[in-house]
């Protein structure tokens, strides 16, 4: 089950069973709940247990109490009491320190909605299975990208089908960036060194690199004879590279478009992840990025962030005041969720120290300080950002607003940028005022 079939179930349950299902998981016993719903104590079991049968309760499942105890602390934990899930080992879930991305199996992993219904999860899902589709996933840095690239290599891996996961900060070298030739020689060995028994290379032609690596890639799913799923991590590593960039999106979207043309395309699904938009010259006709599944990765809200506070154990009152300063950033709220955690400190140290050089954020902001005060651009751009208590509109400052953007540090809407959270803005503006 996910959390997509969840809510359906549960938002089809009648009134009765849902305020059945409040009393008994917030660890009413059998005669209090009977005593509220005006019915002998015999009829509950076989209510609840009518109830688990709804959400498929497993027929080899030697408890349906256990089932309900555990379907709802994973999917609705605010409404399970804190010492049930203690007691039925739901405590047990280990709470690693936040900064990797989220293994496809981990609880504290949050499904997010672009539609109702539907999790972003699903729809990546139901289009790779579209033959020679395209997603493209976009959100700054440390707000989930790969985590959910991660989900969808899962997922490929259970249809059967061939995923190939590929970073694109591994392929920035200074012999790979020299030209265009050199990059998708580097792009296209990356991909094959993958499959050991991969057909040798055909004479590669250094003048017409895009097309060699085409070659190349079509002789690889001829090879496979199965359904490739091409994952590919952070491409806006390139965008600074124009010459290289042009050539390469213009390919990819070629291998898109193949599919069209030649069926043994049809077994190419791209998924593309990057953290701000392309701002190079590239024919619509030419470019990745206008076609395909949008995926754009937001903040968590607040009933995300309070669903996170009970998977860490922790009361929903330090929610309002944790997202006061972080706002619903993915990485800010796990690690000060974390921190509290493991009593490391009280919210109320967490928001006196957050913005300061003793806080549990300062390695995460004194890293971006680092690359603002070496970048003299973006940090006047940035400081004017800082400077007003409103949004600002910065004409002809494109370039530098989609590096904070890219980095996390501000939000753009429409035309007008606001640095992301109070953290950003009480820790910058002291810093570069």
């Known amino acids: 089950m996910n959390k997509q079939i969840f809510e359906h179930i549960y938002s089809g349950l009648a009134d009765d069973e849902v305020k059945t299902l409040s009393l008994f998981l917030a660890g009413n016993k059998y005669e209090q709940i009977a005593q509220s719903m005006k019915w002998d104590t015999s009829n509950v079991g076989k209510k609840l247990k009518a109830i688990a049968t709804k959400f498929n309760l497993p027929k080899n499942h030697s408890s349906f109490r256990e089932f309900l105890f555990e379907t709802f602390s994973k999917y609705q934990s605010n409404l399970v009491h804190p010492q049930l899930r203690a007691d039925y080992g739901f405590k047990t879930n280990k709470i690693i320190l936040p900064g990797r991305p989220e293994k496809p199996d981990s609880p504290f992993y949050i499904e997010r909605y672009r539609i109702k219904r539907c999790s972003i999860e699903s ?4 289009k790779i299975e579209d033959p020679g589709s395209l997603v493209r996933i976009k959100a700054p840095k440390q707000m989930g990208k790969t985590s959910l690239l991660r989900r969808i290599q899962a997922k490929a891996n259970n249809n059967k089908y061939i ?3 590929l970073r694109f900060d591994s392929l920035i070298e200074p012999e790979n960036i020299s030209n265009i030739n050199n990059f998708l020689k580097a792009f296209n060995k990356n991909i094959k060194s993958r499959f050991t028994d991969s057909p040798s290379w055909k004479i590669w032609d250094n003048h017409n690199a895009k097309i060699s690596c085409t070659q190349e890639f079509e002789a690889l799913l001829y090879h496979l004879e199965q359904e490739v799923v091409l994952l590919l991590d952070e491409v806006d590593e ?4 124009p010459e290289i960039s042009k050539d390469f999106f213009a390919m990819l979207r070629s291998w898109y478009e193949e599919s069209n043309n030649l069926e043994i395309w049809e ?3 791209m998924i593309i992840a990057y953290s701000t938009e392309y701002h190079g010259k590239l024919n619509i006709y030419q470019s990745p990025f206008n076609v ?13 962030v309070t669903q996170l506070a009970y998977l860490h154990q922790l009361e929903s009152e330090i929610v309002a005041p944790l997202m006061s300063m972080v706002g619903g950033h993915p990485y800010l709220i796990r690690l000060g969720l974390y921190k509290m955690s493991q009593d490391e400190l009280t919210i109320t140290e967490l928001l006196k120290y957050a913005p300061t050089e003793s806080g549990i954020y300062q390695e995460h902001l004194s890293r971006h300080l680092e690359t603002i005060l070496e970048k003299t651009n973006i940090k006047a751009v940035f400081h004017k950002i800082l400077q007003s208590n409103s949004p600002v509109r910065l004409p002809n400052k494109n370039r530098e607003l989609h590096q904070l953007e ?11 940028a606001e640095p992301r959270c109070q953290l950003y803005r009480q820790y910058f503006q002291e810093r570069l005022g």
């Open 123 to 126: 729809e990546c899902y139901e």
């Open 163 to 165: 995923p190939i996961y």
């Open 238 to 241: 390139i965008f600074n590279y």
């Open 267 to 269: 077994n190419l699904r």
């Open 292 to 304: 395909g599944l949008p995926i754009e990765l937001k903040e968590f809200t607040l009933e995300q």
């Open 406 to 416: 890219a980095m996390g540090l501000i939000t753009i809407k429409g035309d007008d």
